[in-house]
């Protein structure tokens, strides 16, 4: 008589044979290179990934230019440092900012293919503003205004508005339909923001903003006594040597976030998205990153 627990047996090694003899009947009908792949992955070197970014060819053929463009303007910083010191070299760029910030991740059972998260405003999540910041690796860390770009309209604020809104000493607020930075908005934050706190030589570095272009108008505005120069970062590398890019926009956004997502969690009486709260939340990060405790952060970037 057959011991059932021996068919058993049988009958799982019948299959595990069946299944091992289409594993190699699929490996042999890969071409060569096909065939390496595919145990490689078995082995665990190889595995399915996200791909992260597209590239032509002719890109991947300018990378030594685009690398040899960014040693060059890093060599002339330095140059201008040896030439003048730390304290007239600036660093200014903008930065988009949701209305309402939130991640796009979060905890879930597997499996679950769609999931579902509460957000205060639905609008707030497709609209935005623009910080202009303004960092040196001197004495002085910061301007002493933070330049904001919020989305009105009608493209300025209504005179309600401009009578109740909260007013901060060290922000400096503006308005455009977009709630991005215009060129009309660029003079201004030269005319109001930077020039005036400038003595005897700045030297601002710029990414390559279309906006940053005319000097002309630039010129213009800035005081007799003052010695200006513009240095533009080359295209494509201002994510690898531009210092707010490269460390200071990723923490003072972390700080935002962090303060955002308490209030949500907790189910705090916040809207986040409301134009008040958007500017005592900068106000209170712009100042705290001007304690001693951040002081490293600017020039280390």
Not at 6 to 29: F, P
Not at 266 to 287: A, C, E, F, G, T
Request: hydrophobic share 40%.
């Amino acid at each position: 008589m057959t011991d059932p627990s021996s068919i058993g047996a049988d009958s799982a090694s019948g299959t595990k044979k069946k299944r091992m003899k289409g594993k190699a009947e699929s490996i042999a009908c890969l071409p060569t290179g096909d065939t390496a792949i595919y145990r490689r992955s078995e082995k665990g070197l190889i595995c399915d990934r996200k791909i992260a970014k597209f590239m032509t060819e002719k890109s991947i053929k300018e990378l030594p230019k685009v690398k040899q463009s960014a040693a060059d303007c890093v060599a002339l910083v330095r140059s201008r440092i040896a030439d003048y010191g730390l304290d007239c070299l600036w660093n200014a760029d903008q930065s988009g900012f949701e209305y309402e910030t939130r991640p796009g991740r979060t905890l879930d059972i597997c499996g679950v293919k769609h999931v579902e998260a509460i957000t205060q405003s639905e609008n707030s999540m497709t609209h935005s503003y623009t910080v202009m910041m303004t960092v040196s690796p001197g004495t002085r860390k910061f301007l002493p205004k933070l330049f904001l770009t919020l989305q009105e309209p009608k493209r300025v604020f209504g005179p309600i508005v401009t009578r109740t809104m909260f007013k901060a000493e060290n922000l400096y607020v503006t308005a455009s339909t977009s709630g991005k930075m215009t060129k009309k908005l660029y003079l201004q934050w030269c005319a109001e923001v930077f020039f005036p706190h400038m003595v005897d030589r700045c030297i601002l570095l710029a990414d390559p903003w279309t906006i940053f272009n005319d000097q002309d108008s630039v010129m213009e505005l800035k005081p007799d006594n003052l010695e200006y120069e513009m240095l533009r970062i080359p295209p494509k590398v201002t994510g690898d040597i531009q210092p707010l890019d490269v460390l200071f926009f990723r923490m003072y956004k972390g700080f935002f976030k962090k303060i955002s997502n308490f209030v949500i969690l907790h189910n705090l009486p916040i809207q986040m998205h409301h134009r008040d709260v958007i500017l005592k939340l900068h106000s209170l990060i712009y100042q705290q990153f001007q304690s001693p405790r951040f002081e490293n952060l600017v020039p280390a970037a």
